[in-house]
Every structure is written in C-alpha cells, then in structure tokens.
C-alpha cells in the first residue's frame, strides 16, 4: 500500500497536494478504488482509498486511523558537517530507525562548509529526504532537520537533553549499555558524532561541562555516517522500540 502526504483531513475525505498527486497519478497510475495509506505529517495516518480523480485533483477517502508509530524516546543528532552526500545517507536512515531530529554542527575539525543561503538550501533538501523515507517505512513524522548550526549555539541546545551522549573514539570503557543501566528512565536523548576528522579535545571538554557522557561504539573506528546511524540504531533499542 502506497503512502502519500495528505492536506488537513475534513469529515473523512482528504486531498493531495499537487507533487503527491502528480506521483500517483503519473507514476503509480493508481486509479479510483485502490488503496492508499494517507499521512498529515504530524503523526496522523490511516487506510483510505481513493476517492475522487478530478484532472489532477485527486481525493482520499479515510476509512480508519493506523496506529501512532513514534518512538516512546526522542532522540536528536548534532552531525558534525561531514563532506559530499552523506548527510543524505544520515537523513534517510535516522528517519527509518525513529530518531526525531538531525542537526548539522559546525565543529572544528569540519571540511565541509554549509552557511547562510547554502545552508538553508541543504536543510530544504535533507527535509525533503527525510519526508520520502518517511513515506517508504510509513512514519507518522518525518525527520526534524535543523539548518547548520555554530558550535556555541549547538552546545547550547545540548544542555537541553534528559540526557547526551558522544559517542567518541578515545573512550574506552563506557558502552551505551552501561548508559543504560544508569539513566533507564531517559526520554529525550542528544547524541554528538564528529565529522570525518572526530571531535576535537575542547570540543569534548564543552560537552562534558553540560553533562555528556563519552561512550565507546567498540574497538573499531566508524566513519561519521556510520557512527550517527549505529549509535541512533542502539539508542533506540536500549530506550526506544527497536
């Protein structure tokens, strides 16, 4: 069953936007009758069919609400900017896993640069990303992308967390296991991944002065796409659903 996007609902019936519409009517060629599952992108969703094929209108009927499929624990990734793609890697695959939100950092050791009108232009794209994988694994909510952020204000928004991880090369002897066993009861988690060329030792000192905690994802070093994917894949079954 085919998920689409869906303007606010009203007595049952629902339309599409015009980029939804357009996909299901060229490319799916689904026609009147066949069932679709419909999605308002805050969380809502159901099985519906469709109703109605007005040129390139198309209407949904809703015929009853799916269940929420949110993760009981919110999990945010402050991505040091890594260089080419692989923020579209990390978008599409922390969306598929459940975490809720992904920000861009700019940290010291960063190659990548991504500011101002090209910065907002990336979050646009990792937005639209994370809104296609959404639809592939029929999330309720698709991935919150933030736009680049400086060092100081990210380290700001750290503090915020019941509770923050970084999951660090030099660490040796604490796993997320052991995290754990500690802070069980932990709802809103913010995990720190270094760009390519890991995170620099103020870098870590900052951290810790708002309260994280160096983990060890093993003996072996992750390259940065891989450490966000595999520490927000571990979070999420230690406090969330996985």
């Known amino acids: 069953m085919h998920s ?7 007595n049952g019936v ?17 026609g009147v009758g066949d069932a679709v599952c419909a999605m308002d992108g805050a969380g809502g969703r159901w099985k519906g069919e469709i109703a109605e094929i007005d040129g390139t209108r198309v209407s949904v009927r809703l015929s009853e609400p799916l269940p929420d499929n949110e993760a009981p624990v919110r999990v945010t990734v402050y991505e040091g900017l890594p260089k080419a793609d692989k923020l579209d890697f990390i978008a599409q ?5 459940g975490a809720a939100a992904l920000v861009p950092v700019r940290m010291s050791r960063c190659v990548a640069k991504l500011d101002g009108r090209d910065g907002e232009k990336r979050r646009e794209r990792l937005e639209k990303i994370a809104r296609e994988a959404a639809k592939q694994c029929g999330r309720g909510v698709p991935l919150s992308v933030a736009a680049p952020m400086d060092w100081q204000s990210a380290v700001r928004a750290m503090a915020g967390h019941d509770l923050l991880l970084v999951p660090w090369e030099e660490a040796r002897e604490t796993r997320l296991k052991d995290v754990r066993e500690m802070k069980p009861d932990a709802r809103d988690i913010g995990i720190v991944i270094g760009p390519e060329g ?18 060890t994802l093993g003996p ?8 966000a994917v595999v520490s927000a894949a571990l979070a999420m079954q230690l406090w969330g659903d996985l």
């Open 4 to 10: 689409f996007y869906v303007d606010s609902p009203a």
């Open 14 to 30: 629902a339309s599409l936007p015009p980029e939804e519409a357009k996909h299901a009517l060229k490319v799916l060629r689904l």
């Open 93 to 97: 695959k922390l969306t598929e896993v």
């Open 198 to 215: 890991g995170i620099a030792p103020e870098e870590i000192d900052a951290i810790a002065a708002v309260g994280g905690r160096c983990v």
């Open 220 to 227: 072996r070093i992750l390259r940065t796409e891989t450490a």
